[in-house]
């Protein structure tokens, strides 16, 4: 399983972005597909996920500013990150899970390598 994001950047305050994250080697099973961010000094935490069946969950944080979506066609998964804030910057994630579909980083075995979000002005 290969998962290559991008998209990231620098935004200011209030600005938005779209990341990508490319997906090559899933399995036919059922798999959840999250995003995964990591601030510096901080520990890595959800910000959202889908499942196959398209059940889709937010982190209290980003709900009605971020909006996962999955292009089944071009096995591409993305979020959309509207109204930005200083505290959304980090390097961000995608990861793949088999059948469990959770915030628990252990259940997610397939990794991208991340790309940087910066919101500042």
């Known amino acids: 399983v290969q998962l290559v994001e991008s998209g990231g950047g620098l935004v200011q305050p209030g600005g938005s972005l779209r990341l990508s994250c490319a997906v090559s080697?899933?399995?036919?099973?059922?798999?959840?597909m999250g995003w995964f961010r990591q601030a510096p000094g901080k520990e890595r935490e959800g910000v959202a996920r889908?499942?196959?069946?398209?059940?889709?969950a937010y982190a209290d944080s980003v709900k009605g500013r971020f909006t996962i979506s999955k292009d089944n066609a071009k096995i591409t998964l993305y979020l959309q990150m509207n109204s930005l804030k200083p505290e959304d910057t980090a390097m961000y994630y995608c990861?793949?899970?088999?059948?469990?579909?959770?915030?628990?980083?252990?259940?997610?075995?397939?990794w991208g390598q991340g790309t940087q979000v910066t919101v500042s002005s």
């Open positions: 889908i499942t196959t069946f398209n059940t889709i």
């Open positions: 990861a793949a899970a088999p059948v469990v579909c959770s915030w628990s980083l252990h259940d997610y075995n397939n």
């Open positions: 080697g899933l399995p036919g099973s059922p798999y959840c």
